[in-house]
């Protein structure tokens, strides 16, 4: 990705119109690189700042150096909280992503209205998650929604789908899966429509079943997007949020089986103004995932196959 | 050939199961916002609503300024697009084939930040903006949003990829940066443009966590947090729900059925592009 530096870029020495030239790419890059300096890079430090310190309302914050990280690691409801996150991505990422690899690999096939099928699947990426929630909340009601009438015309009686804290994480986790298979699916089907169809051809001829061709030719051929996907899946999972806030009160008796590490935080910052310890909070939380990012760059060589 | 015909039906059969998955909650929703509280509440359950009237959308309305949610919800992604659109396209293709010192550490922290959770941010945005007094206004929405890293780095990967020639014939004719940049290379790359656009649509009609920590106030509100509103106050009137959520679905659905293709393409490049 970056360039190996050549022993001396004439481009880079100083002349009258070198430096003309620096001037405009220093111009084009301003705004995003100002933006990305005081939103993001100026936010990661203040972050990690305030998580040393008390900050309750508009007040100074006061310096209580590692006060927050030692209660963030005895504090039961962030490790209910990971918990909860683990359980969610154990779920959602690997029914997730085969849904979509499977709905992927069909539709790459010569078949009849694949626009629309296309289409349909898509339709959750579109909706607000706002929007879906209320209507997903509306399916699982207990003794109304759609799932339990349906399953009652089966004789069989429901679960209290969001009040019971056994069954409340799996709820979640369809929507999520329901939500992201569309996303998804696009990107593994325009990995898929880059392997050649000759090779298929060639599998063919030499007999090779279904199963085989998907295992030794599919897969290794789409392992860069399959990877990305998997990769991006598992974060997004550890970052859920819209679902747990719009399905939940914190009053709700399956609440603890579900609040995620970010639900926790926007408490913290944002409903008990404690914003200290929600810094901390949300600090844990970009480290994990920095660490999986770490893994993935590392695991990536390893086991993805490049052809360029 | 039979063996054939029977892998076919099976594709179809997974293919219409899972379409049939994939909508239902949507039929729902249009049949839900028809009905009365009672109809929806019928055990078994009443399929078609017995009249097809709008009164439930009335009704919501009236509760609360959705036409006001929409306009500043199309407010915000509007600036955020055009924002970071251009944005983008410019620090793209200084990235892509500007020399300047400094060059691999400035895209390195425009990489950083694409892998860094976002929530990390929002407590210190937060803070600006109630700084600059800027909190339940249309500004507070659209700030965020207003550079893309991601864009920069799309715009970059387009840029790459165009031949050299032109630049080079055009450098050849005495054209300045900015014109080889404005005239010449950026109308080869719409449709890293429009891609760049629909990402940042869809990121900010998704983003319910914003929206609602900076306005908090009924007409400054977007379609999302204007839900949120409504959830509170209905949380058992379903028909009202569904009339409420139908209306926040429905601008970005139209959208999409419009532009399919480019929402599409624009998906699946950023995965083999990214």
Known sequence: ?308 | MKHKKRKNIFVYTVLIIMAFIMVLPFIWTILTAFKTQSEALQVPPQILPSSWSLRNFKAVMEVLPFGKFFVNTFLMILFRVLGSVFFSALAGYAFARLVFPGKNVLFAIILLQMMVPGQIFILPQYMIVSKLAWLNSIKALVLPGIVSTFGTFLMRQFFMGLPRDLEEAAVLDGCSIWKTFWKIMLPLTKPGLVSVGIFTALFAWKDLLWPLIVNMSIDKMTLSTGLVNLMGQYSVDYPQLMAGSLIAILPMLILFLFFQKQFVEGIATSGTKG
């Open chain 1, 1 to 308: 990705m970056i360039r190996k530096k050549k022993v001396k870029n004439p481009r880079l020495t100083l002349t009258k119109r070198n430096i003309n030239a620096w001037g405009y790419a220093y111009l084009f890059i301003a705004p995003t690189l100002i933006g990305v300096l005081v939103l993001n890079l100026w936010g990661i430090i203040q972050s990690i700042y305030y998580s040393f310190h008390e900050v309750k309302g508009f007040n100074d914050p006061e310096f209580i150096g590692l006060e927050n990280y030692v209660r963030l690691f005895s504090d039961g409801e962030v490790f209910r909280a990971l918990k909860n996150i683990l359980v969610y991505a154990a779920i959602t990422v690997p029914i997730g992503v085969t849904l979509s690899l499977l709905l992927a690999v069909l539709l790459n096939a010569k078949i009849k209205g694949k626009g629309l099928f296309r289409c349909i699947y898509f339709l959750p990426v579109v909706s607000a998650p706002a929007a879906v929630v209320l209507v997903w909340k509306w399916l699982y009601n207990k003794d109304f929604g759609l799932i339990n009438q349906v399953l009652e015309t089966f004789h069989i009686s429901g679960p209290d789908w969001l009040g019971s804290g056994s069954i409340a994480m799996v709820s979640v986790a369809i929507v999520g899966i329901w939500s992201m298979l569309g996303y998804n699916m696009i990107l593994l089907l325009a990995g898929l429509q880059e392997v050649p169809k000759e090779l298929y051809e060639a599998a063919e001829i030499d007999g090779g079943g279904a199963v085989q061709k998907f295992l030794k030719i599919t897969v290794p051929l789409i392992s860069p997007t399959l990877f990305f996907v998997i990769v991006t899946t598992i974060i997004n999972a550890l970052q859920v949020f819209d679902t747990i806030f719009m399905m939940f009160k914190t009053s709700s008796p399956a609440f603890s089986a579900v609040e995620s590490i970010v639900y926790l935080f926007y408490r913290y910052t944002f409903t008990n103004y404690n914003k200290g310890y929600g810094s901390a909070i949300v600090v844990l939380l970009f480290v994990i995932i920095m660490a999986i990012t770490g893994v993935q760059l590392k695991l990536q060589k390893k086991w993805v196959h490049y052809n360029d």
